[in-house]
């Protein structure tokens, strides 16, 4: 399905300042769907079929305000009530009508009104009131400019005497529905609402333009419950009645108080006996002036309960990978304080290679005990294994590695024995070879990065004539074997490089996201 900025940038006339607006409306117009119990509908005024055609945008033509349309509307975005029936099963998104077939739609357009007026449609098989919003958006200077029409479609088949809650909603998806035909909603310059704010399900209160509540949702009155309140909360003024109820021994959150009298579109959350309650206020500005404020109320005690226990999860186990690395740490220092009292130089130079091998699981344990999850950025393991394999091997060959390319972020499972065989690798090249030049030369490949594909060579003595894998009994190449073939799933191969050296490949499949 086509995005909203993908319809508009190609169908319609709209910049990118009123696009950047119709983007934050459709972000939050869920509100009004829920108070409204209907479906909505955002229809944009099309471009002239020359113009889409390649002609440019000079076809254009006028409407008595000034605003250009091509003579049709299309379907740019969609959103479907959770508090009461849908009218459209279907999306119809990306759906074309021509001037005349939406009559409510036109004169919204034409005459700068919200348009109720008309019959139930039967046309579906149920009965449909439909209504049309004119979306305004306020320039810099003041004036204003007509962006695209909502349509909103209530499903009128359960219909019944509404109650008080009902009634409320009502009022408030009117207020609404008002300030965006007057362009004060969305509100200018916030910051988007995140996915986790109230609902109007959640719970929501109205208040009057003194900041008392008229109005509270039974889930809004049980979240105030929770937080210790016994009294009755409508009439009440609720930034005080809050305030009480949360600061009673502290000094009080400004946020608080400008939330909770509804004087600004801002969030905040308070705490009380346990109970954490999330407030979002949304103030009523018709006419020029407020009128009130919504207040959406929703009880994240147990959200944030979860929340606090993933930290202390992820705390424990970045300690862990902490202490790992410090045992790992003491481990090689007491295997290379025995090398030093080896006399034997064939037991001092395994003892000095199995001190490479556990200092390269070190670095991926000391990079995971600073990271939020079980994900490392490989680049820099890399970088560290390279520079220790270069300063053990410096006296023997004066041969620094260098990385080409970039591993990305990888998960655990998949850098320690990563990291184990580049290590055995580098050691084995500088060790056997005896090069001037190595490098490991690094790619992503696949439709989605899929694959990791490593090459490390240098041009250096090369492998010996009749040289083969799976007779070979060298250690660290068995070492490398397993781990590529065995623990990453992957592949290796190892083959003189063309013009002198030794080439060897490593192919590994990486995880899916």
Known sequence: MPTLSDLVVRHTALDAADL??????????????????????????????????????????????????????IAIAQMRPTTGPTVYHDDVVGTVVARGERHLIDTAWNERRICREGDPDWSTGVPVREETIPVRRVLPDGQG????????????????????????????????AQMVAEGRFPFSGDEPILVRSP????????????????????????????????????????????????????????????????????????????????LRAIPLIVGGGRIGALVLIRDVTELRRRERELMTKDATIREIHHRVKNNLQTVAALLRLQA??????????????????????????????????????FDDIADRVIAMAGEVSAAESAVTPRRVGAFGV???????????????????????????????????VGPGDDRLNVTVWDDGQGVPEGFDLDSSTSLGLQIVRTLVEGELSGKLSIGPREGGGTEVMLSIPLPAG
């Open 20 to 73: 950047e607006w119709l983007h934050s409306l459709v972000s939050d117009w869920q509100l009004l769907a829920d108070l409204s119990f209907a479906d909505l509908i955002l229809w944009a005024p099309l471009l002239p079929p020359a113009a889409e055609a390649g002609e440019g945008r000079a076809g254009r033509t006028e409407n008595g305000h000034g605003e250009r349309y091509g003579g049709g509307w």
């Open 340 to 377: 030093r009292r080896l006399q034997v130089p064939e037991g001092r130079e395994a003892l000095e290679e199995a001190v490479r091998r556990v200092g390269s699981i070190a670095i991926v344990h000391e990079t995971l005990s600073h990271a939020p999850e079980e994900f490392v950025d």
């Open 145 to 176: 400019r007509f962006l695209a029409v909502i349509q909103r479609s209530t499903n009128l088949s359960s219909a019944r005497t509404p109650s008080r809650l009902e009634l409320t909603y009502l009022q408030s998806a009117s207020d609404l």
């Open 199 to 278: 609902r109007v399900g959640d719970g929501l209160l109205r208040l009057d333009r003194g900041g008392r509540v008229t109005y509270a949702s039974p889930n809004a009155l049980s979240a105030y419950r929770r937080l210790g309140l016994h009294a009755d909360l409508v009439g009440a003024e609720l930034g005080r009645v809050t305030a009480t109820l949360c600061y009673s021994d502290e000094p009080i959150n400004e946020d608080l108080m400008i939330v909770a009298s509804g004087r600004a579109a801002k969030e905040t959350e308070v705490e009380s006996g346990g109970t954490i309650v999330q």
């Open 410 to 444: 990888l998960p655990s499972l998949i850098a320690t024995p990563l990291a184990m065989a580049l290590t055995e690798l580098l050691q084995n090249a500088l060790q056997h070879g005896r090069p001037r030049r190595l490098q490991v030369v690094v790619e992503r």
